[in-house]
């Protein structure tokens, strides 16, 4: 079994230790740790190892389900890995461009197609899905809002993705983890029925990236195959991560709240900033937006290693999407860093004029 190095990653390890400014971060910034009681007492595996029987009733009822159809995870990276691990037969389809663990990880347990979003808009066209959908298709796979579009697929939409999956057999899974940085998110997948499973986390939306706590919702005999695959790679969540992340699902209202004001005032400053200088994406959901690469630049990726290498500025080339003509701003983070980043950015652009 084979996968294949994971692009962005490998783009990060290059320069982002080194950096200045991360303007290539897929999240709302981080909340201090200060924030929340870190003491969660002994220092064991969190028994049982599904996660706290109670902590997962209540994430079972966001999606109309049990807490023994909720398994909990370190990050959603881990549910999406036991999902596919438990899920996957010959075949998966998954809507590109997307994170890549999204495909490479199905990748390595059978084939993959890809069916794209199409720019500008990012529109999907159901009916492509319907096509890649062979009879031994084990799982169709969409992030929904998109990283790195942005783009966020309408309830009608996703409805007609899980009828066409249920019809075919084939689970549809929904990587949701920024979904809760909309405003007036779209009910979850795994509320829509058996073939319904949702991947999500505290990393994104709460910005809780170092609890490394996340969750797989979905029917019975899914959570429990990936459980027998988590017993493989993490047996149980993090204690201080459990512990953190049901403090802040516990605040979850006043946290979304901060988050989204945030998202908001980040969105309009960068939008104002691709104006003025001739660039273009979709205005996006969540904290990622897919811009086009500045005259001068063949792609995204010269654009990107130039800038980090004279400004010390990290953008993320979009070929670490399959979409060379693009590079993704992360503009999550605190306003003031972000000004600078962009001050850095439009410095650069100045001299490449
Ligand atoms: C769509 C998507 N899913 C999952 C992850 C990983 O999330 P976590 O930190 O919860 O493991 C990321 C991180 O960038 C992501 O963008």
Redesign the pocket.
Known sequence: MDIDPFD?ERFFARFEADADIMLAE??IRALPASEFDTDPGELGYVIPTAGDPAFRETLGERYGRGGDEVLC????????FVAFAALMGEHAVTVTP??Q??YSVPDAFGEVTTVDLQPPEWDLDVEAVKAALRPETAVLVV?NP??PTGKYLDESTVRALYEMAADNGTYLLC?E??RLLDPDPIPPVASMGEYGVS??????SHGL?GC???WLAGPREVTEAAATWKDYTTISPSTFGQHVARQAIDREDEILARNRELAAENRQRVAAFLDEHGLDWYEPAGV?GFVTVPDGFATGRSFCESLVRTQSVVLAPGDAFGVPDRFRIGFGLPTDRLEKGLDRVDEFLAHHA
């Open positions: 962005l897929s999240g995870t370190c990050g959603a990276q881990e549910a999406n997307t994170y663990s999204l992030n998109n990283n990587d983890v920024y991947t999500s986390s505290v990393t994104k990236a490394r706590f996340g990622d």
